[in-house]
């Protein structure tokens, strides 16, 4: 952790995996076969990421329950998580005698190219956003890396005057010189290593992959642009 200055405010870190943690072996899980010699090893098993969301939900639902928000899900790599933690939300709007009223709204965000994050960040879907204005917003993305994708998406949101602003990221990549804000709900803090699966890909391949996995380089070098 030396060197990282990851910064929160008001939200947790999330579980952290540590730099040196292996990974679980591939044998011990079932993924697809046409991934084989493509993955290291798995990093969070499924199982463990929906036990992760649903915390994640019961934490969303203490800070904001019973106000309306907007759910702006980031695409591509954020789709899973997010139809995942609204699920949960809504699980329990309907066991509880609190409620979220919800909008989901999707947007694009690009910034890699194969394992490499580029200094170009398209923004699709998020030209107008002026339904946002005096809204309580929750953004949620599937990773955050160095955190200027994620800063660049904020300051186009908040030219739209929300009331508020919240972050749900799944995963949070310590990267060196990170100066970003850890989101207000985290689920898991990772060492700096390119990981697919859970809709997280590289090159689109990956996305079918329940299991979040590093990428092997024998992977990168078969699906490599």
Not at 3 to 23: A, K, R, Y
Not at 90 to 101: E, F, G, H, Q, V
Not at 175 to 194: K, M, Q, S, W
């Amino acid at each position: 952790m030396a060197g990282i200055v990851l910064q929160t405010e008001g939200g947790s870190g999330g579980i952290v995996i540590d730099d040196d943690w292996p990974g679980y072996s591939l044998e011990l899980f079932s993924y697809p076969a046409h991934y084989a010699g493509d993955l290291e090893c798995v990093v969070v098993p499924h199982g463990v990421i929906m036990d992760r969301t649903e915390r994640l939900a019961r934490n969303i639902m203490d800070d904001l329950g019973d106000h309306d928000i907007v759910v702006l899900c980031v695409l591509k790599g954020g789709y899973q998580f997010c139809a995942d933690l609204v699920d949960k939300i809504k699980a329990l709007s309907c066991s509880s005698d609190r409620t979220i009223p919800m909008r989901v709204h999707f947007i694009r965000l690009k910034s890699y190219l194969n394992d490499q994050s580029t200094k170009n960040i398209h923004i699709l879907g998020a030209e107008d956003l002026s339904f946002l204005q005096g809204k309580n917003v929750l953004i949620v993305e599937g990773i955050i890396g160095t955190g200027k994708t994620l800063k660049a998406l904020l300051k186009h949101v908040e030219a739209f005057k929300p009331k508020m602003i919240k972050v749900a990221g799944l995963l949070v990549k310590r990267v060196p010189h990170n100066t970003a804000r850890l989101p207000h709900y985290v689920g898991f803090e990772i060492p700096d290593r390119f990981v697919v699966g859970y809709a997280l890909d590289y090159n689109e391949y990956f996305r079918d992959l329940n299991h979040i996995c590093v990428i092997s380089e024998s992977g990168k070098l078969k699906y490599k642009m």
